[in-house]
């Protein structure tokens, strides 16, 4: 892919059960945006807990990013594995991501061995990515949860404005 190794990539899980498996806490918000948008376009950044998570998943850092796809065949690959799977987007580092098993297969070719097929991506944005280490929550990338969704399960949003270190997969 080209990802720069300091650029964290986003653990997906097959439940909201796996977040206390690799957080230090799962903050009131994070607990109420999990129970009410999971599964579904939206990752969760939290604390990770110390060991439950590699320095190449973070990209150094000391959050994690959580998420609960919606797609049957992502759950079922979940589901088997028990084990949550850290994966970026299916395409070259800084290209649009894709949205169809030709899409992935076009942009990264002979680099992969194979390209799981469920059929096209019904959101085909990024999931939208919130900070749920800060109090109120902010919004770090946004994608297919649109943020008056978001702020109507935790209230007021802080600002989405993000500087300093990469804190969030896909906001380079």
Request: charged share 20%; aromatic share 2%; net charge negative.
């Amino acid at each position: 892919k080209g990802r720069p190794p300091g650029h964290p990539v986003i653990v997906h899980v097959a439940s909201s059960s796996a977040l206390q498996s690799v957080t230090v806490e799962v903050s009131p918000a994070a607990r109420a945006l999990a129970d009410s948008l999971w599964p579904g376009p939206l990752t969760l950044v939290l604390r990770r807990r110390p060991g439950a998570v590699v320095d190449e998943v973070t990209g150094g850092g000391d959050t994690v990013g959580i998420r609960v796809p919606d797609h049957p065949v992502a759950r079922a690959l979940l589901d088997a594995a028990g084990v949550g799977v850290a994966a970026p987007s299916a395409n070259r580092f800084g290209r649009v991501s894709p949205t169809t098993a030709a899409d992935v297969s076009a942009d990264l070719g002979d680099d992969v061995d194979l390209v799981l097929d469920g059929g096209p991506c019904r959101v085909g944005v990024e999931s939208t990515i919130v900070d749920c280490t800060v109090d109120p929550p902010r919004i770090l990338r946004h994608g297919g949860v649109a943020a008056d969704r978001i702020a109507s399960v935790v209230g007021a949003l802080g600002a989405d404005s993000v500087s300093g270190r990469v804190a969030a997969p896909g906001t380079l």
